[in-house]
């Protein structure tokens, strides 16, 4: 996993108030425009700053019974979020996944074996999409639109195929490392809730014991900050369009994953 560049965050700032907000309202006009051309958003870094919605995203299974464990506590938490599923795991486990629709969660298509696609041919990165699509579509009846490329790496040819092939690359504003060995659940809250804005992408891993202890801690933390939890897709839709970037650098975190 890769280490990201954190820029400033200035916390008790309005976020509408800083230029980036600015820059985003600018982008959200043109993306309107896209839209009314039929243009789908093709990638998402982060959700509406200017609204107290977040999206918790979970990447890398099904992990069997750990991922059975999360989504009852999800359940508990009356919290829908978002899996990007690796494809050879979803067809190890196509009942966890069956399970993440009927209660609610988006899935997201995260490649057929998790492979760092700029290492890739193109043609092979059009198969790990096509085949985790086929997957998902044979399991749950209809594909996903949300993608998230393994370690949050691409480039623009990745990106072109991934927004020819009708998917929104996914990408997140917050990164608290959950996999780094000694992490607990208090030390991934701590680092999310140091740094969380709304519209805040939340980059979590299924299968861990850690996040899965996190879980409850930072959504009543984050619930009594006034955030909503929401699927991926909800985040696009409620944030009026402030959400298509075509030109921020490849990975963005707000986080810094130490
Ligand atoms: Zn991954």
């Keep these: 996993m890769l280490h990201f560049i954190t820029p400033p965050t200035m916390p008790n700032q309005d976020p509408r108030s800083s230029p980036e907000y600015r820059r985003l309202v600018a982008l959200a006009a043109r993306d309107d425009a896209n839209r009314q051309r039929g243009i789908r958003v093709t990638k998402v870094v982060t959700g509406d700053p200017s609204q107290r919605l977040a999206a918790l995203t979970f990447d890398d299974g099904p992990h069997g019974w750990r991922t059975i464990d999360l989504l009852t506590i999800l359940k508990r938490l009356n919290v829908k979020a978002t899996f990007f599923v690796v494809g050879k795991m979803a067809l ?3 009942e966890i996944i069956e399970q993440m629709v009927l209660d609610g969660h988006e899935l997201g298509n995260h490649t057929y074996n998790h492979y760092r696609l700029p290492t890739i041919p193109l043609s092979l990165v059009a198969e790990e999409l096509n085949r985790t699509r086929d997957v998902l579509t044979g399991i749950v009846g209809s594909p996903t639109r949300l993608f998230r490329p393994p370690g949050g790496e691409y480039n623009d040819a990745i990106q072109k195929l991934i927004a020819q092939e009708g998917y929104t690359n996914m990408l997140w504003t ?3 490392a959950d996999y780094k060995p ?3 659940g208090e030390k991934i809250t ?7 804005t709304p519209g805040g992408i939340i980059l979590l891993h299924s299968g861990l014991i850690a996040t899965m202890n996190a879980v409850p801690i930072m959504v009543n933390r984050m619930r009594s900050q006034g955030y909503q939890f929401v699927t991926c897709s909800e985040l696009i839709q409620r944030g009026n369009g402030l959400l298509h970037l075509q030109n921020v650098p490849a990975r963005i975190s707000r986080t810094a994953a130490t």
């Design 92 to 94: 190890r486990y196509p």
């Design 174 to 176: 917050d990164d608290p």
């Design 182 to 184: 000694g992490r607990t």
């Design 190 to 196: 701590e680092l999310v809730m140091r740094d969380i």
